[in-house]
Structure formats: structure tokens, C-alpha cells
């Protein structure tokens, strides 16, 4: 299980690949299983919205959303248990850093 990460333009079309690859921006692939890992930390219905990333689905956040969950890092970071997790949050919050600044961007979280 992983998480890959996708930002773009525009709200990524789900039911159209070949249309979302126009829209991309920047992605990060390459710290998946540690992403899914750490943000298995979190409490289900707790507060924030990293929680709620699908590990097995797609999850997409607006700008909004993402300016909110850059207030998660820092905790989250405290959650990692290693190098690769810790690469994984610190990348994720590249990203969201991106989107936020971006208007009318989305970060795509792509689940196994």
C-alpha cells in the first residue's frame, strides 16, 4: 500500500487519465509506503484533515484544504518513525505548501 501524490492546476478529472496528465503540475512517487505508514498514525475522525486521506482511493484537496493541513506537519512529523517517513511528510508538506499558493490548484493523493 502507498500514496502518491499529484498536484495540478485545475481539479484532476478521475474518470479521465489522459485529461489529468494535462493538468499536472509537480508529483512525488517516490515516498509512497512511507506516506501510507505515517498517516496511519492519525485517529480517524480526529482533528485536521490529513486523517481522512483514502490509503486505498483518491483524496483531493483544494487550496483551502491544503493551507489547513499544513498546520498538521508538525505533529505529524513527530509521528515518524524513521528517515523515510520523515522524507515522506517533509515532501508532503512541499506539496501542500504548493497547492495552498496556487489558486485553483488541487493536490491529488492517489491510493493503492
Known amino acids: 500500500?502507498?500514496?502518491?501524490?499529484?498536484?495540478?492546476?485545475?481539479?484532476?478529472?478521475?474518470?479521465?487519465?489522459n485529461m489529468s496528465r494535462t493538468s499536472l503540475l509537480r508529483g512525488s512517487y517516490e515516498h509512497g509506503e512511507a506516506l501510507a505508514e505515517v498517516l496511519a498514525t492519525l485517529k480517524v475522525n480526529g482533528p485536521g484533515k490529513l486523517w481522512a486521506v483514502d490509503p486505498y482511493g483518491n483524496t483531493q484537496f483544494n487550496e483551502q484544504e491544503s493551507q489547513a493541513a499544513l498546520g498538521e506537519i508538525?505533529?505529524?512529523?513527530?509521528?515518524?518513525?524513521?528517515?523515510?517517513?520523515?522524507?515522506?511528510?517533509?515532501?508532503?508538506?512541499a506539496l501542500l505548501k504548493a497547492c495552498a499558493t496556487t489558486p485553483g490548484s488541487y493536490l491529488w493523493f492517489i491510493g493503492d
Open 74 to 93: 508538525a505533529g505529524l512529523l513527530t509521528q515518524c518513525s524513521d528517515a523515510a517517513q520523515t522524507a515522506a511528510v517533509t515532501d508532503l508538506a
Open 1 to 17: 500500500m502507498g500514496i502518491e501524490l499529484e498536484l495540478h492546476s485545475v481539479r484532476p478529472a478521475r474518470s479521465n487519465w
